[in-house]
């Protein structure tokens, strides 16, 4: 009997132990990633943008079937662009229905929910998409090393029913 209860022991503390590790690596993703992500993109700051993917990075256009690397990803946006995203507010949020992280790999998928307001009009118009992401740890910092995202089977109720992050 005491052996049973002894071996309940251990695979509970080895559970627990590796969810607090899995959540510890979790906080650090949203630290290093997304949160420095989120405010990057919302701020249309590039250079932060830039600075949260690997220098490696693969951008996967799954609606194009395209595929970009880094130089194309992050081609500069002509002043033209610039200058009418000027009239705009964005506001990305992010929501994951899987995350897996061990070691110095991470996977998350998960949906986002994208909203431009005109600051001239307010009229906002929202899109959602769903998110595949491959993350990698270098020199001890997370960085996106493959983004992928589609809108298929995105909306509303996907990104209302994925989990919010912590």
């Not at 946006?77 to 929501?95: F, G």
Request: glycine share 4%.
């Amino acid at each position: 009997m005491k052996t049973i209860f002894l071996c309940i022991i251990v695979i509970i503390t080895g559970i627990c132990s590796a969810n607090a590790q899995s959540d510890s690596i979790q906080r650090q993703i949203n630290q290093q990633v997304w949160k420095p992500f989120i405010q990057t993109f919302n701020a249309r700051d590039n250079e932060g943008f830039k600075a949260v993917h690997s220098k490696e990075v693969s951008r996967v256009l799954q609606d194009d079937k395209r595929i970009l690397n880094a130089d194309e990803y992050f081609k500069p946006v002509p002043d033209s662009i610039k200058a009418r995203w000027a009239a705009y507010k964005n506001n990305l949020e992010l929501r994951f229905t899987q995350r897996i992280a061990t070691g110095d790999r991470a996977f998350e998928v998960g949906y986002y929910k994208s909203s431009s307001t005109n600051t001239n009009t307010g009229q906002t118009r929202t899109s959602y998409g769903k998110f595949h992401v491959l993350l990698r740890k270098e020199n001890g910092i997370w960085k996106i090393l493959m983004d992928a995202d589609t809108r298929e089977n995105a909306d509303e109720n996907a990104f209302n029913s994925a989990a919010a992050m912590d």
